[in-house]
């Protein structure tokens, strides 16, 4: 009954971010035509970036290589981007991992709260910081996703937990920690991996971090993403596209592939995020310099 309850709430939510999204896309058919990004490699990104995600490996920090590289957007622009692409998306994943793996409903109900409080709180801070803030942001943040990924490789972040369920300070910390990273989604760093370790460090079942992650997300991007249409600060073009095509990557993963072996394509990833991070924070160094 209440995972009924759970399961109609994201239709509820999403559907109301897909109204809002069809609106702004109808007002704005204009812009939505000039903007950048390829018609014809748009819709193959976008399948392959949330096939992918549906396997952990964050289409945030996939995409924040991609755009800027390809100049699909600015990067003022990007923390919204990145937000509005993976509503739709997500929450295919996520109607699927909570309706099939088995997570303790007070558990679940503490994370998605908490993810949406931070969600909701940080747009209206990200939209005021200028693009040298935001590229700082990322690029540090391209780091920690790649040493998480890292830690995963190494097994230095131990994943053979039991727990279905979490209590007390466990609980509590696991609300803090999801609440902050509801706040650093809308600057462009993603929340996947970050839950995902703070899942196996506090005990729980690998496979928790699934729904847990996705329904955390399901809630509290869309709210998030509101906020960036309203403001438009975001790439109607990219999130069109990754709104379908995205969608049909997702399906293609649980339904058809079920599982994947990515070790290899996480070094690949780790080995992009490094050299995009790297990229990123080098020219804003030699642009200081250069000012000074």
């Known amino acids: 009954?209440?995972?009924?309850?759970?399961?109609?709430?994201?239709?509820?939510?999403?559907?109301?971010?897909?109204?809002?999204?069809?609106?702004?896309?109808?007002?704005?058919?204009?812009?939505?035509?000039?903007?950048?990004?390829?018609?014809?490699?748009?819709?193959?990104?976008?399948?392959?970036?949330?096939?992918?995600?549906?396997?952990?490996?964050?289409?945030?920090?996939?995409?924040?290589?991609?755009?800027?590289?390809?100049?699909?957007?600015?990067?003022?622009?990007?923390?919204?981007?990145?937000?509005?692409?993976?509503?739709?998306?997500?929450?295919?994943?996520a109607l699927s991992y909570i309706s099939s793996v088995e997570v303790g409903i007070k558990t679940l109900a503490v994370c998605i709260i908490s993810q949406v409080i931070g969600a909701y709180i940080g747009p209206k801070f990200v939209v005021k910081l200028p693009e040298k803030t935001i590229k700082n942001f990322v690029g540090v943040g391209l780091i920690v996703a790649a040493f998480l990924i890292f830690a995963g490789q190494m097994n230095w972040i131990q994943s053979n937990g039991v727990a279905t369920e979490l209590y007390g300070g466990k609980l509590v910390l696991a609300?803090?920690?999801?609440?902050?990273?509801?706040?650093?989604?809308?600057?462009?760093?993603?929340?996947?991996a970050l839950t995902m370790v703070t899942v196996y460090l506090l005990g729980m079942d690998p496979i928790a971090a699934f729904p847990i992650m996705m329904g955390a997300c399901t809630f509290s991007v869309p709210i998030g993403s509101v906020q960036f249409i309203k403001l438009d600060q975001y790439s109607r073009k990219i999130t069109f596209f990754t709104s379908t095509f995205g969608v049909l990557g997702v399906l293609v993963a649980v339904f058809l592939v079920k599982s994947l072996n990515t070790y290899l394509l996480k070094w690949l990833v780790i080995f992009v995020l490094l050299y995009s991070a790297y990229s990123m924070l080098i020219a804003q160094f030699k642009q200081v310099r250069q000012e000074a």
């Open 1 to 93: 009954m209440v995972k009924t309850i759970l399961l109609s709430l994201i239709v509820l939510v999403n559907g109301y971010f897909l109204l809002v999204f069809v609106k702004d896309l109808l007002k704005n058919k204009k812009e939505f035509k000039e903007e950048k990004g390829s018609n014809i490699w748009l819709p193959f990104t976008s399948f392959f970036m949330f096939f992918l995600s549906t396997f952990g490996i964050s289409d945030f920090a996939i995409g924040t290589v991609l755009y800027p590289k390809l100049n699909w957007t600015s990067m003022k622009k990007l923390p919204g981007t990145l937000n509005t692409q993976c509503v739709i998306p997500v929450a295919a994943m």
């Open 175 to 192: 609300g803090f920690l999801l609440f902050v990273y509801g706040a650093l989604n809308n600057i462009g760093i993603g929340s996947y």
